[in-house]
């Protein structure tokens, strides 16, 4: 049977303090809302994804989808009720769910798509350790659905009961949007509620019935310590997900992956690496502590680390090395190259085999324009150099310790761009003590010393 998502996502996230969309606050590297689209294209013939006026950067996120907006914000009821004109006449079931849950899995929502066909109505709930302020959801004695009460309205002893609305529902597409067309706003807080679908249903004799989730599944955010929460969630799902797929994670509490990091078999990662988006890295590759990688590319046999960064389009090639304090942009290491202390390689091709001496810098930035830097294979860079780009090293070539090089090497020559050192015998730390007592006078006095210019 065809089947579509609603997702509502026209929320500010007043609590959030933030002018950012609350369906747009990040976890794992990711906004929240692409987590649930993910899934739901798992699942879904169509998504419709409701959002509020002003958010163009939400709809640009949730593209090719198609999108509706909420001009006024008068509830859940309200807001799927927005997405009618694309789906009324749509010949299947619909589910609406929120940007701000997250974390479904698709199988979930399996799971609820299966028990709708069981009934007229479904609906998923959980337990959660503390049901706070949660909307309950109330079964008759055969166990379906009979009522579901916001936590505002509810008695006491209603708020007692342990099973609580996690607020997505599934319908036949005629069924829902009939009912979303008769709900009315005569409750405590004067908004439509979409819950309010399911005392309707009840009362047409149909059968509404709850699909039980984990609460981790279902845990939403509406405020920063729920988002760090869902993030938790998140990266205990990844790390133990990376580890069943042969990476080892020395400490796993310390490292944090993004959603989309590709780690291969006979990974080691060492305590406090980040990932941010975009970064794969392939078999038998080990990433000391304290680095930090995003949209990237290790190739088998690297050694990144400690302390290092990779920075977008950097390209680390088989069995090269980067050690620590050494920062890497639009950089591309070939086979073997090593880079191993405090250096920084931006808008760099560097050759196989290639060393990198400490302190050595791309000069890539003219205040205007980046340019690039060539190092060729087997090239050794001395320390403290400083390659002006665009500029090129050619291979095998060598540069001595401290130049600053501004045109290019040819292959096989070794270039030396520095000042000629210049030593005065007798003017070290000895001789300027001598002259120091020469100038005082016999009572001690100071007086200024005439020395000739060094």
């Known amino acids: 049977m065809p089947a579509a998502a609603i997702i509502l996502a026209a929320g500010l996230g007043t609590r959030m303090r933030s002018a950012l969309p609350k369906a747009l606050h990040p976890v794992a590297g990711r906004p929240m809302i692409n987590h649930l689209v ?37 509830g859940t009821g309200h807001a799927a009720r927005m997405a009618a004109p694309l789906l009324r006449a749509f010949d299947g079931d619909v589910a609406v769910l929120y940007a701000d849950n997250p974390l479904i899995p698709e199988p979930t929502i399996r799971r609820l798509m299966a028990r709708r066909r069981e009934g007229g109505l479904a609906l998923l709930a959980m337990r959660p350790a503390d049901p706070g302020r949660y909307g309950r959801v109330l079964q008759d004695a055969a166990g379906d659905v009979a009522r579901v009460v916001e936590w505002a309205d509810a008695t006491e002893a209603e708020r007692a009961t342990g099973l609580c609305n996690a607020g997505v529902v599934c319908a036949p597409a005629h069924d829902l949007f009939r009912w979303l067309d008769a709900l009315r706003n005569d409750n405590a807080k004067g908004e439509y509620y979409l819950t309010d679908i399911v005392a309707m249903a ?150 196989a085999r290639a060393n990198i001496g400490a302190g050595t810098i791309t000069c890539n930035y003219d205040g205007i324009n980046k340019h690039r830097t060539e190092i060729g294979a087997g090239a050794f860079i001395g320390s403290d150099t400083a390659l002006v780009a665009p500029v090129r090293v050619g291979d095998r070539a060598l540069v001595a310790a401290g130049s600053v090089i501004t045109e ?21 730390v000895k001789g300027k003590r001598s002259d120091d007592r020469r100038a005082e006078g016999p009572a001690g006095l100071n007086r200024p010393a005439k020395h000739k210019g060094l």
Do not use: W
């Open 202 to 351: 009840v009362g047409e004799g149909k059968r509404v019935l709850a699909e039980e989730a984990a609460e981790a599944d279902l845990a939403g955010a509406n405020d920063r310590a729920e988002l760090a929460r869902l993030e938790a969630v998140l990266q205990a799902r990844l790390r133990a997900a990376a580890m069943a797929g042969g990476a080892t994670l020395v400490a796993p509490e310390t490292v944090f992956l993004a959603s989309d990091t590709r780690l291969g078999q006979d990974v080691t990662i060492g305590p406090n690496v980040v990932f941010g988006p975009g970064v794969v890295v392939e078999d038998g590759v080990e990433i000391r502590a304290f680095s930090h990688l995003e949209g990237c590319v290790v190739r088998s046999g690297a050694v990144i680390g400690p302390f290092a960064r990779l920075r977008p389009g950097t390209e680390v090639g088989r069995d090269a090395h980067v050690g620590n304090f050494v920062e890497l942009k639009a950089a591309t290491l070939a086979e073997g190259a090593k880079a191993n202390h405090l250096s920084y390689l931006g808008d760099v091709t560097v050759g």
């Open 408 to 428: 290019d090497v040819p292959d096989d020559a070794l270039a030396i761009a520095r000042g000629r050192q210049a030593t005065k015998p007798g003017r070290g």
């Open 38 to 74: 993910s899934a739901c294209e798992q699942v879904f013939d169509r998504i419709v994804v409701v959002v509020g006026p002003g958010m163009p950067a939400l709809e640009k996120a949730v593209a090719p989808h198609a999108t509706v907006v909420q001009a006024d914000r008068l």
